[in-house]
């Protein structure tokens, strides 16, 4: 089983397939887009990641990995197909499983032609009852196949960080199986252990269902942990002497909590943690059960934004007519992804309150230009000292490492007044006020 197809080649699926096939297997991509495939084959990453054009490249050149847009030919050269295509939220919080619906239909058809027997694998994330509900039913159908003796099934969820999906991938926490039958599992956790070897990490072998629940539950508590620091971080700067940033500490020691997602700031974006709450919320609902442990935690984020408005305000006044810089458009350091970037949504509320903004990021300025287009308020600047000339105050709204060795002197030179409001806790408060800088930060104290 070291022949493998991956449909979806996008910040997920491209360094799954890339990383497999550093591993050895022979690897086919299937994307949709044909300027993507295209661009693939010639060695280039359509998605940002670190160091996976290096992979790519790598792979290309030992002949382990492919890229076409036909699915008929991924199975054809496979035996284990995983599927990885988007599964985005509709305007009332349910999934768009459109794309899911085409991928399994593509692969009913190649399977129907097919004699021998293919495992196939969803890493899509879907709500519980998705993968037998829907891929299962129409790969059935197109097929005409059964779903344990002709091919097999398992939903198999990623757990991969943006900006760190291929460290991710080679050192994962822990690998789920929701297997359809033993067979299926038995295959799928055979690809692991090669592609692990002695560093096979720990197996959860489980139903198809509970695999599907575990990457909802998984995402749920980590946006909690999120959101229940903002709500501390409210609280924090309102108290004399508060920090927010000595209270994660404290309370992250505890091994009963833990450090990781303890850093108060904007808020969560990206393209999981707000769409995977919707459903989640959505679907507790449809099963009768109250969410609203899950609806305030969204809501706790949503509002987020509010408390950098009110720093602006305390530092500026009247926001209309000011000059501010906003430094990170990205919805996380590592990546040049905007979706949900709580950055983006931070520029848009400036800019309806008549402020004049100007932005910088070290890697999203495109994709920041496509979604905020039509706002003409908003200027956008590759060098970021440029970006703070003539503005009023700067706003650190994504915690990219080039933020942290700002000269303040430098900034302070060109700027109309000497205001930094800290979102993301990366400033060195005292370096700032030496330059005779303003210094705020969410969730700490300021007279």
Known sequence: MDRVAVIGLGYAGLPFAVALAHRGFKVVGVDTDEEKVELINKGVSPVYEPAL??????????????????????????????????????AD????????????????????????YKLIVVRSTVLPGTTEGVVKRIIEERSGKICGRDFGLCMNPEFLREGKALYDIFNPARIVIGEYDKRSGDILESVYRRFHGEKMPPVI????????????AANAFLAMKVSFINLIARIAQRLPRGDVIEVASGIGLDPRIGRDFLDAGLGF????????????IKLAKSLGVDAKLLEAILEVNETQIDEALELLRRALGD????????????????TDDVRESQSIKL?????KEGAVLHAHDPLALDAAKRVLQGIGNVAFFSDVYEC????????????????????????GETMARRVVIDCRHIIDAVKASKAGFKYYGLGIYTE
């Open 388 to 411: 703070a000339r003539r503005c009023d105050a700067i706003v650190v709204a994504t915690d990219w490492g080039d933020y942290r060795n700002l000269c303040f002197e430098r900034l």
């Open 347 to 351: 520029v848009k509320r400036l800019a």
């Open 319 to 334: 926001l209309r007519g000011k000059r501010i810089a906003v430094l990170g458009l990205a919805f996380k350091p590592g």
């Open 205 to 216: 072998r489980t139903s198809i269902v509970n695999a599907e629940l575990i990457k909802y």
């Open 93 to 116: 919080g349910s999934l768009d499983l459109t794309q899911l619906e085409n991928a399994s239909e593509d692969i009913g058809r190649a399977l129907k032609d097919e004699g021998g």
């Open 53 to 90: 054009n290096d992979y790519l490249k790598g792979v290309l050149e030992r002949g382990l990995f492919k890229a076409t847009t036909s699915v008929a030919k991924a199975i054809e050269e496979s035996d284990v197909v995983f599927v990885f295509v988007g599964t985005p939220t509709k």
């Open 269 to 280: 974006g990206g393209s999981c943690l707000p769409k995977d709450l919707r459903a989640l």
